[in-house]
């Protein structure tokens, strides 16, 4: 006999961020998938750069928390069609830096418009109070978990 199980998934809160991220990003998903045929992970090193200027894959992957191997490959993808170079340290042969191209700037300021404007689309719905409270908690939660106990 199976026993009622009174475990909600619809309020389980991994499970309502995660919903949350996939519909809140399909829109903006779109824009840089049609226009510059770029994946997820190639238009977050696009940014990084954009505001940034250069870095390494190594501080990319850090920064925006995704796999070394991931970013390889977005860096590997964006150089291949020209939004990004890079270039060896003469004094650590070992250290590449990042640095977009006129393109890669050029669809940087595109895409960073678009995504003001697709900001502003998604907290239409909030005061401006519960957007920026939104934002506070969202910004607790991707803390690592050992940095969450202070507020």
């Given at each position: 006999?199976?026993?009622?199980?009174?475990?909600?998934?619809?309020?389980?809160?991994?499970?309502?961020?995660?919903?949350a991220a996939e519909e809140s990003?399909?829109?903006?998903?779109?824009?840089?998938?049609?226009?510059?045929?770029?994946?997820?992970?190639?238009?977050?090193?696009?940014?990084?750069?954009?505001?940034?200027?250069?870095?390494?894959?190594?501080?990319?992957?850090?920064?925006?928390?995704?796999?070394?191997?991931?970013?390889?490959?977005?860096?590997?993808?964006?150089?291949?069609r020209r939004f990004l170079t890079?270039?060896?340290?003469?004094a650590d042969r070992r250290r590449?830096?990042?640095?977009?191209?006129?393109?890669?700037?050029?669809?940087?300021?595109?895409?960073?418009?678009?995504?003001?404007?697709?900001?502003?689309?998604?907290?239409?719905?909030?005061?401006?109070?519960?957007?920026?409270?939104?934002?506070?908690?969202?910004?607790?939660?991707?803390?690592?978990?050992?940095?969450?106990?202070?507020?």
């Open positions: 006999m199976h026993e009622k199980d009174d475990f909600d998934l619809q309020e389980f809160l991994p499970y309502l961020l995660n919903q990003s399909l829109a903006f998903q779109q824009i840089y998938k049609h226009r510059y045929g770029m994946l997820r992970t190639e238009w977050r090193v696009l940014f990084h750069l954009g505001i940034y200027g250069e870095l390494t894959a190594g501080e990319i992957a850090a920064r925006a928390r995704i796999h070394k191997t991931k970013v390889s490959r977005a860096v590997a993808r964006l150089e291949s890079r270039s060896r340290d003469a590449e830096a990042l640095r977009l191209t006129p393109k890669g700037e050029s669809a940087y300021r595109d895409l960073r418009e678009v995504a003001r404007d697709y900001d502003a689309m998604l907290v239409e719905g909030f005061s401006e109070h519960e957007a920026e409270l939104l934002r506070q908690m969202l910004r607790r939660l991707a803390r690592p978990a050992a940095d969450r106990g202070a507020a």
